[in-house]
């Protein structure tokens, strides 16, 4: 799992998950690396947001809402855009994914809006990137609950009122359908946990 969603969306539950199930043993690597499920024997991926196409299942186990965020410092050097189409115009700090897009997409009722933003970074660490844009670097879609701390600090200001944007796809990834029963308790306990409806 990477280091931002063992922090915020699962250290919190493990007292309760290895107090609730003392006959399960669990083993983290925590890095956001892809991985060889079967040749690294793990029995399940965690991964934040847009994956690659590959032939592992996806177990989805939440969405993580997100919005535009800058220092108070960079809006006072840069201005706040009040359109998405200023992003352009903008430093932004952008994940790095799997198709490496720069385009951002927005909605607000009805509206959609594709932007191809720049910017000089692009991380595939959430955390870095909230340090990042809360220190002034740029302009950067976080998730809410993985940026709380900068927010609550009001080292971050959300920026374009009205728009949303894509949430953050989490899932558990797992090489067959076929799970043993520990890998599918955690996957269970996990999602009752983070929000997901089961399906």
Request: charged share 20%; proline share 7%.
């Amino acid at each position: 799992m990477p280091v931002d969603f063992g922090a915020v969306l699962v250290a919190p539950h493990l007292t309760e998950f290895v107090a609730r199930y003392p006959e399960i043993s669990l083993d983290f690597d925590v890095s956001p690396q892809r991985i060889d499920m079967i040749l690294g024997h793990f029995d399940v991926a965690l991964r934040l947001g847009e994956l690659p196409d590959s032939t592992l299942v996806a177990h989805p186990l939440t969405r993580l809402g997100t919005h535009v965020y800058a220092a108070p410092q960079y809006i006072n050097q840069r201005g706040a855009p009040r359109h998405p189409r200023e992003l352009a115009e903008h430093e932004c700090v952008r994940i790095l994914g799997p198709r490496r897009t720069s385009h951002w997409a927005f909605r607000r009722e009805g509206e959609h809006v594709s932007v191809e933003v720049n910017g000089r970074l692009a991380l595939n660490n959430m955390g870095m990137i909230c340090r990042l844009v809360a220190d002034g670097v740029g302009v950067g879609i976080l998730a809410e609950r993985i940026a709380s701390e900068y927010i609550q600090a009001d080292r971050l200001v959300r920026l374009l009122p009205g728009w949303s944007c894509a949430p953050f796809p989490v899932v558990a990834l797992t090489a067959t359908q076929t799970l043993s029963a520990a890998a599918r308790v955690f996957i269970d306990f996990l999602r009752d946990r983070t929000g997901e409806p089961r399906r």
